[in-house]
């Protein structure tokens, strides 16, 4: 079982920048496909990013690619995620997921588990 403890949320004007953390524990994290999701207010989860075991592949939402970056750096057991170019439409509350053995998918069911989400604010 692994643990994950998302940081890096805030309040950013329009056209800024972020760079969200997830660190996890309790287990091999090179063993779990990662991801990002977002919920805003009143709308579904959403999927954001995502990253092989490895690192080598990545996958995004169209509402983000191109902004958003997401990596991770396995000695340190911990997937990031750089936002740039913030909208007001990227609020929302952002979790990190994990998947064991396997790429996360982009829904919320079929993952393995879950952070408990950090509050990003994009101010007009």
């Known amino acids: 079982q692994v643990q994950l403890v998302e940081s890096g949320g805030g309040l950013v004007q329009t056209g800024g920048s972020l760079r969200l953390s997830c660190a996890a524990s309790?287990?091999?994290?090179?063993?779990?496909?990662m991801g990002w999701f977002r919920q805003a207010p009143g709308k579904e989860r959403e999927f954001v990013a995502a990253?092989?075991?490895?690192?080598?592949?990545?996958y995004y939402s169209d509402s983000v690619k191109g902004r958003f970056t997401i990596s991770r750096d396995n000695t340190k057991n911990t997937v990031y995620l750089q936002m740039d170019s913030l909208k007001p439409e990227d609020t929302a509350v952002y979790y990190c997921?994990?998947?064991?053995?396997?790429?996360?998918?982009?829904?919320?069911?079929?993952?393995?588990?879950w952070g408990q989400g950090t509050q990003v604010t994009v101010s007009s």
């Open positions: 997921a994990a998947r064991r053995f396997n790429p996360v998918v982009p829904t919320s069911a079929g993952n393995d588990y």
């Open positions: 309790g287990s091999t994290f090179s063993n779990y496909g």
């Open positions: 990253i092989l075991r490895s690192g080598e592949g990545t």
